[in-house]
């Protein structure tokens, strides 16, 4: 599918849809050429807003095209192409997202007519039934950060939990997942016979772990399966749907004005906002002997995807190496070669440009394991977190292995998880505001290695505050149950 179509590669897009066999002129090819206006790896700042410029006008026109007709092919429209990579431009991208959603849902509404889908009310239950609908019920981010613990955790007197597996990867984790449901689900179906079974199932709740990163997911999202909607912050920003009633997040990830930047009704839960089991993101402990280093340099990990670098950002790390010429900066591979090679050329071409050899700082580490990559980080000195888009289970990885963190507090909610991370665990110094403190506190923690260690003591005290936190559950639990009341008022 076309689900990750390269913005920057847009001449693929007639070779896609030919591959794929799709009309030029059909709903699907008419969605392919909006989406394909927005870079994954942009080469300047200039190129994202032009881009943000061009989609805005393209998504007005789709929608005006498909008022007049509409699309025969709904569900490989609305599935196969996504504007993943909004998320990763340090925007608001409520508006765009909120066009997007009304295309979505409206042609996801007309085709449950045409195949004669309709609602069905829940029956009397003694408990809540609640459906969990994921593509990503293995080792993965979303299942890390927040599946796991609502499975593990939600009170089963009060609540039936239902878990639908969209996807087709299947691990232990996922075996565990399966074992801590009281109804199982997985398979590769289609749009209309996983329609057919939330409707069977009855929900009182659908929950949603994260909309945006899966076609599946995203197309029944896009519908009214349930009296009460939610989506949780795996995918780090507002769905845009009209039919999402709900978006989970933190109190400890959101700026103040955070509603705004929202479609649906933000449920702020307390702290962290998830049930964080070391379970299922296994580290090594703080403490632990580190592996013997093959350079006495300092080694500072960034190991962030290609696409959450911005290219704006580019010169905080040219002014960290500039000023502290004992850094290695370390970067890993990614499953998406082309991403990372277009990646690895800019960087490189803002250090010449800066007067720095590439080659004394930039290091390019091969794809690891988990247990390789927290061998790694036990060895490492900093660990430097991505600005505009902060890594959750990264830095908590990180913590996990007594590795310090520098993290900048984003505009958004998706730039601010670092900061809530080590804020948790009382190490406020580590949090900055401004691209400039972010550099300044880099290079002076790359010149004190006592004050690393005395970081790193703190990480082991305070790091059992950062797992199975009960607050947030509590608090979850009491709203399913208020917002199930509200609706069926």
Same mark, same amino acid.
């Given at each position: 599918?076309?689900?990750?179509?390269?913005?920057?590669?847009?001449?693929?897009?007639?070779?896609?849809?030919?591959?794929?066999?799709?009309?030029?002129?059909?709903?699907?090819?008419?969605?392919?050429?909006?989406?394909?206006?927005?870079? $994954?790896?942009?080469?300047?700042?200039?190129?994202?807003?032009?881009?943000?410029?061009?989609?805005?006008?393209?998504?007005?026109?789709?929608?005006?095209?498909?008022?007049?007709? @509409?699309?025969?092919?709904?569900?490989?429209?609305?599935?196969?192409?996504?504007?993943?990579?909004?998320?990763?431009?340090?925007?608001?991208?409520?508006?765009?997202?909120?066009?997007?959603?009304?295309?979505?849902?409206?042609?996801?509404?007309?085709?449950?007519?045409?195949?004669?889908?309709?609602?069905?009310?829940?029956?009397?239950?003694?408990?809540?039934?609640?459906?969990?609908?994921?593509?990503?019920?293995?080792?993965?981010?979303?299942?890390?950060?927040?599946?796991?613990?609502?499975?593990?955790?939600?009170?089963?007197?009060?609540?039936?939990?239902?878990?639908?597996?969209?996807?087709?990867?299947?691990?232990?984790?996922?075996?565990?997942?399966?074992?801590?449901?009281?109804?199982?689900?997985?398979?590769?179906?289609?749009?209309?016979?996983?329609?057919?079974?939330?409707?069977?199932?009855? +929900?009182?709740?659908?929950?949603?772990?994260?909309?945006?990163?899966?076609?599946?997911?995203?197309?029944?999202?896009?519908?009214?399966?349930?009296?009460?909607?939610?989506?949780?912050?795996?995918?780090?920003?507002?769905?845009?749907?009209?039919?999402?009633?709900?978006?989970?997040?933190?109190?400890?990830?959101?700026?103040?004005?955070?509603?705004?930047?929202?479609?649906?009704?933000?449920?702020?839960? +307390?702290?962290?906002?998830?049930?964080?089991?070391?379970?299922?993101?296994?580290?090594?402990?703080?403490?632990?002997?580190?592996?013997? /280093?093959?350079?006495?340099?300092?080694?500072?990990?960034?190991?962030?995807?290609?696409?959450?670098?911005?290219?704006?950002?580019?010169?905080?790390?040219?002014?960290?190496?500039?000023?502290?010429?004992?850094?290695?900066?370390?970067?890993?591979?990614?499953?998406?070669?082309?991403?990372?090679?277009?990646?690895?050329?800019?960087?490189?071409?803002?250090?010449?440009?800066?007067?720095?050899?590439?080659?004394?700082?930039?290091? $390019?580490? +091969?794809?690891?394991?988990?247990? /390789?990559?927290?061998?790694?980080?036990?060895?490492?000195?900093?660990?430097?977190?991505?600005?505009?888009?902060?890594?959750?289970?990264?830095?908590?990885?990180?913590?996990?292995?007594?590795? @310090?963190?520098?993290?900048?507090?984003?505009?958004?909610?998706?730039? /601010? #998880?670092?900061?809530?991370?080590?804020?948790?665990?009382?190490?406020?110094?580590?949090?900055?505001?401004?691209?400039?403190?972010?550099?300044?506190?880099?290079?002076?923690?790359?010149?004190?290695?006592?004050?690393?260690?005395?970081?790193?003591?703190?990480?082991?005290?305070?790091?059992?505050?950062?797992?199975?936190?009960?607050?947030?559950?509590?608090?979850?639990?009491? #709203?399913?149950?208020?917002?199930?009341?509200?609706?069926? /008022?």
């Amino acid at each position: 599918m076309l689900l990750y179509l390269r913005g920057e590669n847009r001449a693929a897009l007639s070779d896609c849809l030919q591959l794929l066999r799709v009309d030029p002129g059909s709903g699907v090819a008419r969605m392919g050429r909006v989406v394909a206006q927005l870079p $994954w790896i942009p080469a300047t700042a200039a190129e994202v807003t032009d881009a943000r410029e061009a989609f805005a006008v393209a998504l007005e026109e789709l929608a005006a095209d498909l008022g007049r007709r @509409p699309c025969r092919e709904a569900t490989l429209m609305v599935g196969s192409l996504q504007p993943f990579v909004l998320a990763y431009q340090e925007f608001d991208n409520r508006d765009l997202l909120a066009a997007y959603g009304r295309i979505c849902a409206s042609a996801m509404a007309q085709w449950r007519g045409s195949v004669g889908l309709a609602a069905q009310a829940p029956p009397a239950r003694e408990r809540i039934r609640v459906a969990i609908v994921s593509a990503h019920v293995h080792r993965h981010a979303v299942y890390q950060a927040l599946t796991h613990g609502w499975l593990r955790a939600l009170d089963r007197s009060r609540f039936e939990l239902e878990l639908l597996h969209l996807g087709a990867h299947r691990d232990a984790h996922s075996a565990t997942a399966a074992s801590l449901a009281d109804y199982y689900q997985q398979g590769e179906r289609s749009p209309l016979e996983w329609s057919r079974l939330i409707a069977a199932r009855a +929900p009182e709740v659908i929950l949603y772990p994260e909309v945006g990163m899966d076609g599946i997911t995203l197309q029944l999202a896009s519908q009214r399966l349930a009296p009460v909607q939610i989506a949780a912050w795996g995918h780090p920003q507002t769905t845009g749907l009209p039919t999402i009633d709900y978006f989970l997040s933190a109190a400890a990830f959101e700026p103040p004005d955070a509603q705004r930047h929202y479609v649906e009704r933000l449920v702020l839960l +307390p702290d962290l906002g998830c049930y964080y089991d070391p379970d299922i993101a296994p580290a090594i402990a703080p403490g632990v002997r580190q592996p013997p /280093r093959e350079s006495s340099r300092v080694r500072l990990v960034c190991a962030g995807s290609p696409f959450k670098y911005a290219p704006q950002h580019d010169a905080v790390l040219v002014e960290i190496a500039r000023r502290a010429p004992q850094v290695e900066l370390h970067f890993f591979s990614y499953q998406d070669e082309v991403l990372a090679a277009r990646l690895r050329a800019r960087l490189e071409a803002a250090f010449r440009a800066a007067g720095l050899e590439p080659a004394a700082f930039l290091v $390019w580490q +091969p794809w690891r394991a988990a247990a /390789r990559f927290h061998e790694f980080l036990c060895g490492a000195d900093l660990l430097l977190d991505t600005l505009g888009f902060s890594g959750f289970n990264t830095v908590a990885q990180a913590l996990g292995c007594g590795l @310090p963190v520098v993290t900048q507090r984003g505009r958004f909610m998706r730039g /601010r #998880f670092g900061a809530a991370l080590v804020s948790h665990l009382s190490l406020d110094e580590l949090a900055v505001d401004t691209p400039e403190e972010y550099v300044e506190r880099v290079v002076s923690l790359s010149h004190d290695p006592a004050r690393r260690t005395r970081l790193r003591q703190t990480i082991q005290v305070n790091l059992p505050r950062l797992y199975r936190d009960p607050s947030s559950i509590e608090y979850l639990q009491d #709203f399913l149950e208020t917002s199930v009341r509200s609706a069926q /008022r």
